[in-house]
């Protein structure tokens, strides 16, 4: 528990949103939020690194993201692709230009990327109990195509991918599925750290951490996965003349695997436009 910061817990938090419904997600995050109270009570930990993380009740409560604070900018991502080495790169290049969610992502076999076409299916996901099962709902179920750079990274990527039963294109080093907070923990945030995309980190109390010499503590700007996703849709509806691709709602709404456009067209993703 000593080991727990609040980015680790913001993650922790955007992987129950991608596997649970909000009301279960938000349940799970307050029973963890009272352990550490508990915990901290007793004198286990010095502060309870959850307090600050939480869950809005619905998307009208929701604040609205924005670009450079929630969603990155094209320069971060440009950033963080050519610092992202080993593992990590074809990961995190299949994210950012297929926008899919973590558990797809996990669940993603072989038979489903087809190289040649330059086409990926998204039949299946493997949740946060590492279950494989269906996507989310029927509209998860999609078809998403692949750029040249994509194609070439995972032709790479697939001579190096350890094998496995479960034919995964990002198992772990055993061929098994690969736990979301591993890949979040041990390669999102240094690759992150290592672009330069960072900002000071804080402790629960919103006060800047120090090191032992007095300086500042710097994190990953973006804790999480679903900042990538966030970032895949704004280039799919972005303006031409803004480095998007300006696809109609429609078709951002079927790549993006939303069962409503309300949700592809909210604030988040407009005020890029």
């Not at 991608?18 to 901290?40: F, M, N, P």
């Not at 907070?181 to 290592?194: E, F, G, K, N, Q």
Request: with cysteine.
């Amino acid at each position: 528990m000593a080991k727990l910061t609040t980015p680790r817990i913001q993650a922790f938090r955007d992987d129950l949103l991608a596997s649970l419904s909000r009301a279960q997600a938000k349940k799970v995050l307050t029973s963890l939020k009272s352990l550490l109270k508990d915990a901290q009570r007793r004198g286990n930990v010095s502060q309870n690194v959850a307090l600050g993380v939480s869950i809005t009740r619905d998307n009208r409560t929701k604040r609205k993201l924005k670009v450079g604070v929630d969603i990155p900018t094209p320069d971060e991502i440009k950033r963080v692709v050519n610092a992202a080495k080993g593992r990590a790169r074809s990961l995190i290049v299949t994210v950012i230009f297929t926008g899919l969610r973590s558990s797809e992502l996990r669940g993603l076999r072989w038979s489903d990327v087809d190289l040649k076409g330059g086409i990926l299916h998204v039949r299946q996901r493997a949740d946060r109990y590492n279950e494989i099962g269906k996507p989310k709902s029927e509209a998860g179920e999609r078809v998403i195509p692949l750029g040249p750079f994509v194609v070439n990274t995972l032709k790479e990527w697939k001579l190096a991918c350890p094998k496995g039963e479960l034919d995964l294109v990002f198992p772990n080093t055993l061929g098994k599925i690969w736990d979301h907070a591993d890949i979040v923990s041990r390669y999102l945030w240094p690759t992150m750290i290592a672009a330069g995309v960072i900002v000071p980190a804080k402790d629960a109390d919103g006060k800047p951490l120090t090191d032992k010499d007095g300086g500042p503590v710097m994190e990953a700007k973006y804790t999480g996965l679903h900042a990538l996703r966030h970032f895949y849709a704004s280039w799919l509806i972005n303006r031409v003349r803004d480095g998007g691709l300006e696809l109609p709602p429609k078709s951002v709404q079927a790549r993006m695997g939303h069962s409503s456009i309300v949700v592809t067209m909210e604030p988040p993703i407009r005020q890029q436009r």
